[in-house]
């Protein structure tokens, strides 16, 4: 059993460090055991038998390498996600951002976009969106032309306006899109202050200093070791005093840069950079 588990991490191993070393993308330091659940997912659905068999496709065939990596990132996300986190946000982060007199937020791993929406919305009905700027990123190109896009599916919106209420908004969620059959495209005012662009947690540098950082949904699926060195990239990326944002599951705690940061909301995961 130990010796099967012995060759599966060895298969595991060499399959991303190829695709390192081929395509550029570093899964090396993502959590193990969702690592190791994907890639047989995509080993059953290519109905093959082996991790050696998948590393032989992914890396002679770049499409395979494309739904593998749609795999590996995982990609779910909603508008208004964990609302009380947003409404943690309205009432502990925009008094302070309302005495800036400009404000870069970073939405690192946006995915196709709808955090990035709601942050707008938020932004504008608090009077803040004119003197913003939202740098908008993810590592996969297809998730960030489809944020670019600002459409979303029509059949999610009932539950997104019932999390754009609870997140407390204060107008009528309606107002911020135009419905066609099948889908919903938010209006260009709300994407004027908006910058989409690649980039990868891992293997990219810090771009810009900001004064928020949300970055929620991502790290859960990083070893500590990487957590640990991406969390060492937004303290080098926020300004003193900036707000990071993480996901309910997530947490600064027990990461190298613990003390540095004060608790806003210990439940929405909100910090403040103190030192
Ligand atoms: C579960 S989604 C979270 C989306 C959104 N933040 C939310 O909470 O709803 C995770 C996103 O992280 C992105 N991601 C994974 N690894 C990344 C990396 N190394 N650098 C940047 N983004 C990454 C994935 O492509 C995916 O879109």
């Known amino acids: 059993m130990e010796e099967l588990e012995d060759r599966e991490k060895v298969e595991i191993q060499l399959l991303l460090e190829g695709i390192y070393?081929?395509?550029g993308y570093d899964f090396r330091n993502y959590a193990y055991n969702s690592i190791r659940r994907r890639i047989w997912h995509r080993i059953h659905a290519m109905k093959l038998k082996t991790i050696s068999a998948l590393q032989d496709k992914v890396l002679h065939d770049p499409e395979c390498m494309r739904l593998l990596m749609k795999d590996l990132m995982i990609h779910v996300t909603e508008m208004f996600r964990d609302p009380e986190l947003f409404l943690a946000f309205r009432?502990?982060?925009v008094p302070l951002l309302h005495t800036y007199p400009f404000i870069r937020i970073w939405h690192?791993?946006?995915s196709t976009g709808e955090e990035v929406f709601s942050m707008?919305?938020?932004l504008h009905e608090e009077?803040?969106?004119h003197k913003?700027?939202?740098y908008a990123t993810d590592a996969s190109e297809d998730v960030i032309n489809q944020a670019r896009t600002g459409t979303f599916p029509l059949r999610k919106m009932q539950d997104y306006t019932k999390n754009y209420l609870q997140?407390?908004?204060t107008g009528s969620f309606s107002q911020y899109y135009t419905a066609t059959e099948k889908s919903v495209t938010f209006h260009p005012f709300l994407k004027e202050n908006m910058v989409f662009a690649q980039h990868n947690l891992v293997t990219d540098r810090s771009f810009n200093e900001f004064h928020v950082i949300f970055c929620r949904n991502v790290l859960i699926y990083f070893n500590k070791e990487l957590q640990d060195q991406v969390h060492e990239l937004f303290y080098e990326s926020l300004t003193p005093f900036g707000v990071l944002a993480l996901g309910n599951r997530?947490?600064?705690n027990f990461t190298t840069h613990a003390e540095n940061y004060e608790v806003l909301d210990s439940r929405e995961k909100l910090y403040r950079k103190v030192k």
């Open 21 to 23: 070393r081929l395509y």
């Open 91 to 93: 009432r502990r982060v």
């Open 108 to 110: 690192a791993g946006c």
């Open 120 to 122: 707008a919305v938020l």
């Open 127 to 129: 009077g803040l969106y």
């Open 132 to 134: 913003s700027r939202i």
């Open 167 to 169: 997140a407390g908004g």
């Open 250 to 252: 997530e947490s600064i």
